[in-house]
C-alpha cells in the first residue's frame, strides 16, 4: 500500500546535518501570485503540463514557475534530465540550481518568468551574483543573467525559452544550504507498517521522477 507522500520544506545543510533556520524569514518573497494548477497529458512517456491563462500573475503549482502576462497566454512545459548536461556544467564551474524545464510559450507572450531554486538566500546576499539562467540551445548553450532573486525564484523579463534552468557558480556552492522536501512513504508488509523517508532538494522535477517511481514500485 502506497499512501500519498508527505511534504513539508525546510533548510538543510548539503554538507552536514538538517538545519532548521530563521534565517529564511530574511529573504522576502512576494504573495500576489495566483496558485492554479496545470492539465497534464502524457507524450514519450514523459508529463507534459499546460496551462491557459488571462492577463495576471500565476503561479503553477506542481513547478513553481511563476509568470506575468498582459494578456491571454498558453505555455506548456516538461521537466528535463540533468544527467546530460553534468559534465558541461563541471566544464563551465556551475551546479544545478533548480530543475531543468523545457518551456513553450503557444500563444502570446510573457512580460516576466520566475524560475524556481533551491537555494537558502539566508543573510548571504553575494549568492545573488553567483546564480545566472542556463539556456540549452541546439548547439549548445547560452547563460543569462538573472533580473532579481527572491527566496524561491530567480526573475527573468521578457523571456526566450529552450530548457532553461537557475544554476550556481562552483564559487559559491561549496557549504551552502538548500530549501528541501521532506518525502514519507508508508508500505504495508504483512500487517507491519513500514516508513521511507527521503530528503530532496526542492526540485520538481526529481521529487515528480521518485514520486512515480515508488509509486509503481509498491503498487
Known sequence: MLFSPALDSICVQETGP?????????????THWLQIEPLTSTVQGGTMFRHRTPKGSYECTVSGIRWLCERDVILKYHF???????QLLKDKQYTQGGPLLDI?????????????????LGTNSSLRSGMKILHVEEHGVSLEE?????RFHAKILHPKFSPISVILSY?????IDVH???????TVKRETLIPRLY????????IQ?????????LN
Open 80 to 86: 528535463r534530465n540533468w544527467e546530460p548536461y553534468s
Open 209 to 217: 521522477v521518485r514520486y512515480h517511481y515508488y509509486r509503481d514500485d
Open 104 to 120: 513553450t510559450v503557444e500563444l502570446g507572450e510573457l512580460e516576466e518568468v520566475h524560475l524556481p531554486h533551491c537555494v537558502c
Open 146 to 150: 538573472v533580473h532579481e532573486v527572491t
Open 199 to 206: 530528503l530532496f532538494p526542492s526540485n520538481p522535477g526529481q
Open 18 to 30: 538538517i538545519c532548521i533556520t530563521d534565517m529564511l524569514v530574511l529573504v522576502q518573497d512576494s
Open 171 to 175: 564559487i559559491f556552492s561549496w557549504n
Open 180 to 186: 528541501c522536501e521532506l518525502m514519507l512513504y508508508l
